[in-house]
């Protein structure tokens, strides 16, 4: 098999000794499980170590590969400039990923690096990585003797980054190197509340869920965890992991566990998978993609008449290139009620687009809908115009808005029933209610503000409204 190995191991700088002077020993289990991994990796012998890292360039819709032939980086940010690394980058595998890449039409690839310096997240596993190979006679003066890439993530769905480690294997394949990978990735960031961002109940959940999950190596059970659990549990590596598990599809692994921690308010996790030979039953998003080609059966055989107004209207407009007419079979209360709407594009769970309109824009509630579908699947500017081979797993959904209710208080805000409008001067923003992980009126009117381009501190003109949410 091309990926004779992985780890999935934090990054605190803290364990640097250059950087810690001492503080390292109160996470002194976390030292030593991440030197025994990182002799494992280096007993493998690998040819190229791939490292994924939270903190290496990132974009919301394309995932970063860093360029040019090396790179190096210091711990400079933590007070220990005296602490450097230097590589060799693979570009040769880089290269064959890339091209894979785009015969796939993925997005991946070397466009955009803001910076080639080495961040931390890549820079602690190889600190650690370094003093194994010396001690397996694998380094030459300062400079691991071997070559690494180095790979970001980015804000698409989990099962994109699954697939990025699909095509890291078959690019290993192609090439017939012997790679090992390097998830790096903190776990919860709220594990205590003494910690730098405190305690949220998600925090130990987290990591026992995914501790339990990668200690057995059931990495189909990794597209199980929601989008907004992972926020609310400020986790750091989920996607880390994603990306390395998709590196092992097919494979056989074995895991061995080797510690948690939690004593700084930050969970740090450590599991090394020794890889074997080829095993069927491990094809995890085969599994992952037939669950969800039921579901989105499902759903379509459920959706009502807004739903499947906008649903014909995207089929529509991929088969013919202009928009629907308003059909004549649709009921009376869409052909005559007028009223704002907004549509909401969904794929496997992340947001492809949300377009919408406070008041009415056309004649009638069946044309805002049509109008609004349009926009949310082609012209939402955060996204990419939607292809038509996303419509089989595009969620969508239809929010009526009621008459808006202007100049309330926040006492009579509640993010479950009312949507709410801030504005000041031209500056307006808007968020729809009971959304996922917007549970307070401050988180509300701070993402609105957000919206809007207006200051936190800046004081706003706030109005509601109710919807009626449509799926």
């Known amino acids: 098999m091309p990926v004779i190995g992985s780890i999935m191991v934090p990054h605190p700088p803290l364990i640097v000794p250059a950087v810690g002077r001492g503080e390292e020993k109160q996470v002194a289990e976390t030292v030593r499980s991440y030197e025994k991994a990182a002799r494992f ?14 903190h290496a360039v990132m974009y919301s819709d394309y995932f970063h590969i860093s360029p040019g032939n090396s790179a190096s980086g210091s711990f400079a940010d933590f007070m220990a400039p005296e602490s450097r690394i230097e590589v060799d980058y693979d570009s040769e595998l880089v290269s064959e990923i890339c091209w894979i890449a785009e015969s796939e039409d993925f997005p991946a690839g070397t466009l955009g690096e803001r910076s080639a310096a080495l961040d931390h997240g890549t820079m602690v596993p190889l600190w650690f990585l370094s003093k194994a190979f010396a001690e397996n ?11 690494i890439i180095r ?42 509340s003494y910690g730098p961002y405190g305690f949220a109940e998600e925090g130990p959940e987290y990591d026992r869920r995914i501790m339990d999950v990668m200690g057995r ?107 629907l007419t308003l059909p004549d079979d649709i009921s009376g209360e869409m052909k005559e009620k007028r009223c704002g709407v907004f549509v909401s594009l969904h794929e496997y769970g992340s947001l492809r687009g949300c377009i919408g309109t406070i008041m009415p824009a056309t ?9 609004n579908a349009i926009s949310a699947a082609f012209h939402d500017p955060r996204f990419d115009p939607l292809k038509r081979e996303e419509m089989d797993h595009l969620e969508i959904s239809v929010d009526e808005l009621s008459p808006i209710e202007e100049d309330v208080t926040e006492a009579m805000l509640d993010p479950s029933k009312y949507g709410v409008i801030v504005s000041k001067g031209s500056r307006m923003g808007l968020l729809l209610p009971d959304l996922d992980g917007v549970d307070t009126v401050e988180q509300q009117i701070s993402i609105a503000k957000q919206k809007a381009g207006i200051g936190k501190d800046e004081g706003v003109r706030l109005s509601r409204f109710t919807v009626t949410r449509h799926k």
Do not use: W
């Not at 006679?137 to 070559?147: F, Q, Y």
């Open 151 to 192: 790979i970001g993530l980015s804000g698409l769905p989990l099962r994109t980054h699954y697939v990025l480690g699909q095509i890291i294997q078959e690019a290993a394949s192609r090439l017939d190197r012997r790679i090992a990978v390097v998830a790096s990735g903190d776990l919860s960031h709220k594990m205590q």
């Open 217 to 323: 190596a059931s990495f189909g059970e990794l597209f199980d965890f929601d989008e907004t659990f992972c926020e609310k549990a400020a986790e750091c590596g989920h996607r880390s992991f994603v990306i390395m598990a998709g590196t092992l599809d097919g494979c056989d692994v074995s895991p061995e566990k080797l510690s948690h921690e939690d004593v700084t308010g930050v969970g740090y996790g450590i599991v090394t998978f020794l890889t074997g030979g080829p095993d069927g039953r491990r094809k995890y998003l085969e599994e992952y993609d037939k669950k969800e080609d039921a579901a989105a059966l499902a759903r379509k055989d459920n959706e009502d008449a807004c739903v499947r107004l906008a649903r014909l209207t995207l089929e529509y407009y991929f088969e013919h290139g202009r928009k």
């Open 363 to 371: 004649g009638s509630f069946g044309e805002e809908i049509i109008q």
């Open 137 to 147: 006679k694998l380094i030459c003066g300062e400079k691991p003797n071997l070559r």
């Open 41 to 54: 990796i280096a007993g493998l012998k690998p040819d190229t170590l791939v490292v994924i890292s939270p």
